[in-house]
Protein backbone atom coordinates (compact mmCIF):
# COMPACT_ATOMS: atom_id res chain seq x y z
CA UNK A 1 0.00 0.00 0.00
CA UNK A 2 1.27 3.41 -1.23
CA UNK A 3 0.10 6.19 0.62
CA UNK A 4 0.62 9.09 -1.66
CA UNK A 5 1.61 12.57 -0.02
CA UNK A 6 3.29 13.84 -3.23
CA UNK A 7 5.43 10.50 -5.21
CA UNK A 8 8.16 10.22 -7.30
CA UNK A 9 8.05 7.97 -10.35
CA UNK A 10 11.02 6.04 -9.76
CA UNK A 11 9.58 5.05 -5.23
CA UNK A 12 6.90 3.27 -7.70
CA UNK A 13 9.20 1.58 -10.00
CA UNK A 14 11.65 0.86 -7.60
CA UNK A 15 8.25 -1.40 -5.41
CA UNK A 16 7.33 -2.31 -8.62
CA UNK A 17 10.60 -3.75 -9.95
CA UNK A 18 10.93 -6.12 -6.55
CA UNK A 19 7.30 -7.78 -7.53
CA UNK A 20 5.69 -5.71 -4.73
CA UNK A 21 1.60 -5.28 -5.95
CA UNK A 22 0.86 -1.81 -5.73
CA UNK A 23 -2.17 -0.17 -4.59
CA UNK A 24 -2.06 3.80 -4.37
CA UNK A 25 -4.17 5.42 -1.89
CA UNK A 26 -4.43 9.51 -1.37
CA UNK A 27 -2.73 11.00 1.66
CA UNK A 28 -6.52 11.66 3.29
CA UNK A 29 -7.30 7.45 2.98
CA UNK A 30 -8.50 6.57 6.83
CA UNK A 31 -6.87 3.41 8.51
CA UNK A 32 -9.57 1.53 8.16
CA UNK A 33 -10.33 2.13 4.41
CA UNK A 34 -6.58 0.91 4.28
CA UNK A 35 -7.06 -1.81 6.15
CA UNK A 36 -10.21 -3.07 3.89
CA UNK A 37 -7.27 -3.95 1.24
CA UNK A 38 -5.82 -6.44 3.62
CA UNK A 39 -2.14 -4.82 2.95
CA UNK A 40 0.87 -6.57 3.44
CA UNK A 41 2.95 -3.30 4.29
CA UNK A 42 2.44 0.30 3.69
CA UNK A 43 4.91 3.10 2.05
CA UNK A 44 4.77 6.57 2.72
CA UNK A 45 5.97 8.79 0.26
CA UNK A 46 8.59 11.95 -0.28
CA UNK A 47 6.06 15.25 -0.24
CA UNK A 48 6.90 17.51 -0.63
CA UNK A 49 5.91 20.35 2.07
CA UNK A 50 5.50 21.26 5.90
CA UNK A 51 4.57 17.46 8.08
CA UNK A 52 2.84 19.76 10.80
CA UNK A 53 0.37 21.24 7.86
CA UNK A 54 -3.60 20.81 9.32
CA UNK A 55 -4.01 18.79 5.98
CA UNK A 56 -1.85 16.10 7.11
CA UNK A 57 -3.41 15.04 10.57
CA UNK A 58 -5.36 12.69 9.25
CA UNK A 59 -1.78 10.57 7.46
CA UNK A 60 0.03 11.39 10.65
CA UNK A 61 -3.35 9.24 12.69
CA UNK A 62 -3.42 6.94 9.51
CA UNK A 63 0.28 6.05 10.34
CA UNK A 64 -0.17 5.95 13.82
CA UNK A 65 -3.06 3.20 13.29
CA UNK A 66 -0.96 1.02 10.88
CA UNK A 67 2.16 0.76 13.08
CA UNK A 68 -0.01 -0.25 16.11
CA UNK A 69 -1.77 -3.49 13.54
CA UNK A 70 2.15 -4.53 12.82
CA UNK A 71 2.21 -3.63 9.56
CA UNK A 72 5.45 -2.99 7.86
CA UNK A 73 6.54 0.66 7.16
CA UNK A 74 8.95 2.31 4.98
CA UNK A 75 8.85 6.27 4.43
CA UNK A 76 10.97 8.44 2.49
CA UNK A 77 11.66 11.65 3.02
CA UNK A 78 8.26 13.44 4.28
CA UNK A 79 7.49 9.89 4.95
CA UNK A 80 10.49 10.15 7.49
CA UNK A 81 8.88 13.24 8.58
CA UNK A 82 5.18 11.74 8.86
CA UNK A 83 6.27 8.67 10.43
CA UNK A 84 8.51 10.43 13.15
CA UNK A 85 5.40 12.83 14.23
CA UNK A 86 3.01 9.61 13.89
CA UNK A 87 5.58 8.20 16.89
CA UNK A 88 5.81 10.91 18.91
CA UNK A 89 8.27 12.59 17.74
CA UNK A 90 8.92 16.51 16.34
CA UNK A 91 10.11 18.52 13.12
CA UNK A 92 11.53 21.73 12.32
CA UNK A 93 12.46 23.97 9.33
CA UNK A 94 15.85 23.51 8.90
CA UNK A 95 17.66 27.12 8.39
CA UNK A 96 19.36 26.01 5.16
CA UNK A 97 17.17 22.92 3.68
CA UNK A 98 19.58 20.07 1.82
CA UNK A 99 18.99 19.79 -1.87
CA UNK A 100 21.88 18.48 -3.80
CA UNK A 101 22.93 14.59 -4.86
CA UNK A 102 26.15 14.65 -2.78
CA UNK A 103 24.76 14.38 1.07
CA UNK A 104 26.72 12.13 3.00
CA UNK A 105 25.07 10.00 5.39
CA UNK A 106 25.94 7.95 8.36
CA UNK A 107 24.27 4.35 8.84
CA UNK A 108 24.95 4.21 12.54
CA UNK A 109 24.73 0.16 12.83
CA UNK A 110 27.30 -0.37 10.30
CA UNK A 111 29.54 2.73 10.34
CA UNK A 112 29.13 2.50 6.52
CA UNK A 113 28.49 6.57 5.13
CA UNK A 114 26.28 6.49 2.06
CA UNK A 115 26.34 9.53 -0.65
CA UNK A 116 22.79 10.25 -0.61
CA UNK A 117 20.24 12.71 -3.00
CA UNK A 118 18.02 15.09 -0.77
CA UNK A 119 15.56 17.79 -1.26
CA UNK A 120 13.67 18.50 2.11
CA UNK A 121 13.47 21.98 4.00
CA UNK A 122 12.27 19.65 7.17
CA UNK A 123 13.54 17.37 9.42
CA UNK A 124 13.38 15.29 12.98
CA UNK A 125 14.45 17.11 16.40
CA UNK A 126 16.65 14.48 17.61
CA UNK A 127 15.84 15.44 21.19
CA UNK A 128 11.86 14.57 20.54
CA UNK A 129 13.40 10.68 19.54
CA UNK A 130 13.97 10.46 23.29
CA UNK A 131 10.39 10.13 24.31
CA UNK A 132 9.18 7.73 21.47
CA UNK A 133 9.83 3.90 20.85
CA UNK A 134 12.24 5.17 17.33
CA UNK A 135 15.95 5.12 17.48
CA UNK A 136 18.24 7.02 15.31
CA UNK A 137 19.86 5.19 12.48
CA UNK A 138 20.84 7.82 10.07
CA UNK A 139 22.72 11.16 10.67
CA UNK A 140 23.75 13.82 8.21
CA UNK A 141 27.52 13.67 8.25
CA UNK A 142 27.72 17.29 7.50
CA UNK A 143 25.53 19.04 9.93
CA UNK A 144 24.52 15.40 12.09
CA UNK A 145 20.34 15.97 11.35
CA UNK A 146 18.37 13.16 11.41
CA UNK A 147 18.79 11.11 8.28
CA UNK A 148 16.60 7.86 9.33
CA UNK A 149 14.84 6.24 11.80
CA UNK A 150 13.96 2.69 12.91
CA UNK A 151 10.98 1.58 15.09
CA UNK A 152 12.24 -0.52 18.27
CA UNK A 153 9.71 -2.17 19.16
CA UNK A 154 7.75 -2.55 15.36
CA UNK A 155 8.70 -3.69 12.17
CA UNK A 156 8.71 0.16 10.80
CA UNK A 157 11.52 2.70 9.52
CA UNK A 158 12.12 5.47 7.44
CA UNK A 159 14.93 7.92 5.72
CA UNK A 160 15.02 11.05 5.14
CA UNK A 161 17.16 11.15 1.59
CA UNK A 162 16.11 9.84 -1.58
CA UNK A 163 17.33 6.24 -1.91
CA UNK A 164 15.47 6.02 -5.48
CA UNK A 165 17.85 8.72 -6.76
CA UNK A 166 17.96 9.22 -10.29
CA UNK A 167 19.58 11.56 -10.62
CA UNK A 168 22.35 10.68 -7.90
CA UNK A 169 24.22 7.95 -6.32
CA UNK A 170 22.35 4.30 -5.86
CA UNK A 171 24.22 3.61 -2.60
CA UNK A 172 20.97 3.42 -0.36
CA UNK A 173 18.63 1.57 -3.04
CA UNK A 174 19.46 -1.54 -1.09
CA UNK A 175 16.53 0.04 1.85
CA UNK A 176 13.38 -1.42 -0.77
CA UNK A 177 15.01 -4.94 -0.55
CA UNK A 178 15.11 -4.14 3.20
CA UNK A 179 11.76 -3.09 3.71
CA UNK A 180 10.36 -6.13 0.90
CA UNK A 181 12.30 -8.34 3.76
CA UNK A 182 10.53 -6.89 6.72
CA UNK A 183 7.20 -7.78 4.58
CA UNK A 184 8.43 -11.20 3.81
CA UNK A 185 9.21 -11.99 7.23
CA UNK A 186 6.87 -10.28 9.31
CA UNK A 187 5.49 -11.93 12.30
CA UNK A 188 1.35 -11.78 12.72
Known amino acids: MVIDVGAKLNIIRNLLGRKLTIIRVPYDFSAKEILEYKPDGFFITNGPGDPKHPS ?107 PEHYPGPVDAEYLFDYFVHSIETKVE
Not at 101 to 129: K, W
Not at 135 to 144: Q, R, T
Open 56 to 162: LRTTIETTRELVEENLPLMGICYGNQIFSLAMGADTYKLKYGHRSQNQPCMDLETERCYITTQNHGFAVDMESLKQTDLKLWFINANDKTVEGVKHTKKNAFSVQFH
